[in-house]
């Protein structure tokens, strides 16, 4: 499984970005995909969550009502839509995979980042005050 994160940059504060996560090597319908993000001096936090089917999201309380996880199943993308961004926003952000069925449940553990398989290089995201 190969994970590509696009889409970080420098962006004011109240701005938006898109990031996208192309996923590859595998078919994907017994995977979920997740967001998360470390901060400098931080330990790598939870932000959304999707199962590949769509029937489940789940989102950071800090990003509710802000971003906006969604996938395009044809292409094999997620994508997190972030709209007024903060600075507190400001992290690299990582794609990565859960594969579904294994010991435990994902709608569990979704914020777990030890639970995840598979995981693609960060994309920096920079938002100034």
């Known amino acids: 499984v190969q994970l590509q994160a696009s889409g970080g940059g420098l962006v004011q504060a109240g701005g938006s970005l898109r990031l996208s996560c192309v996923a590859s090597g595998r078919t994907f319908s017994n995977y979920a995909l997740a967001w998360f993000r470390q901060a400098p001096g931080k330990e790598r936090e939870f932000v959304a969550a999707?199962?590949?089917?769509?029937?489940?999201?789940y989102y950071a309380d800090s990003v509710k009502g802000r971003f906006t996880i969604s996938r395009d199943n044809a292409k094999n993308i997620v994508d997190l839509q972030m709209n007024s961004l903060k600075p507190e926003d400001t992290a690299v952000y990582y794609c990565a995979a859960y594969v579904l069925g294994k010991e435990g449940s994902w709608d569990s553990n979704y914020p777990n980042r030890d639970e995840y398989d598979y995981w693609g290089q960060g994309t920096l995201v920079t938002v100034s005050s």
């Open positions: 999707i199962r590949w089917s769509g029937a489940s999201r």
